[in-house]
């Protein structure tokens, strides 16, 4: 028996990937060649000690960057934390995503290469930050008012009325076999 609606193209678990993440692999696969091409030059016109060197510098320099963020971080969650339990009010520090963007590049630097170490070490720039910072912040809030028109109610709402055979069925479910909730009239242990 049929419902009448056309079957479906593809398996309902299975999401289509959009533009960028399409190419996602590729742009790394790119990357890891680039990295690779540019140690390579480097050693050719210096030495193999020096790019080893460079490696081990990043290493310990990423190391140091990640662990100086987290520090930051958690001294800054306890003094929240501090500052919450004596009835203060936190004060909103407002950073723009530094500390994460610290990590990021802390993280770029860390990952053997040349373009990666250069690119960590621009978000460490405090002006880099601040202004990623806002564009992630801009960015998210676009996003989640596009997806939520009427707010985070709607968006639960959304996802449970979206099915992928596109059926709703709106009801209640009552189970039969639970017992009811509270004392029976007939329960012998009540006092009379």
């Known amino acids: 028996m049929t419902n009448g609606a056309p079957p479906p193209l593809r398996p309902a678990g299975s999401r289509r990937r959009s533009g960028p993440l399409r190419y996602l692999p590729l742009g790394v696969a790119a990357w890891l ?7 390579t030059v480097v050693a050719g016109a210096t030495s193999g000690l020096v790019v080893f060197l ?5 290493l310990l320099l990423g190391s140091a960057v990640i662990k100086r963020a987290g520090r930051r971080a958690f001294r800054k969650l306890q003094e929240a934390v ?3 339990q004596s009835g203060i009010t936190p004060t909103e520090e407002r ?9 990021l590049g802390g993280l770029l630097i860390i990952l053997p290469g040349l373009v990666s170490d250069a690119l960590g070490l621009i978000l460490l720039v405090p002006p880099v930050q601040k202004a990623l910072g806002r564009y992630a912040e801009r960015t998210l809030e676009r996003k989640v008012r596009e997806a939520t028109p009427g707010g985070f109610g709607d968006a639960f709402q959304q996802a449970r009325m979206h099915r992928p055979d596109g059926k709703v069925v709106p009801g209640e479910v009552i189970r039969e076999d ?13 006092p009379r």
Not at 54 to 58: D, P, T
Not at 95 to 103: C, D, F, I, K, P
């Open 178 to 190: 639970e017992p009811p909730r509270g004392p029976r009239p007939d329960d012998p242990s009540l």
């Open 54 to 58: 460079l490696l081990v510098g990043g």
């Open 82 to 84: 501090q500052q919450q």
């Open 33 to 39: 060649v680039l990295e690779i091409w540019l140690l």
């Open 95 to 103: 950073q723009s995503g530094g500390g994460a963007l610290t990590m």
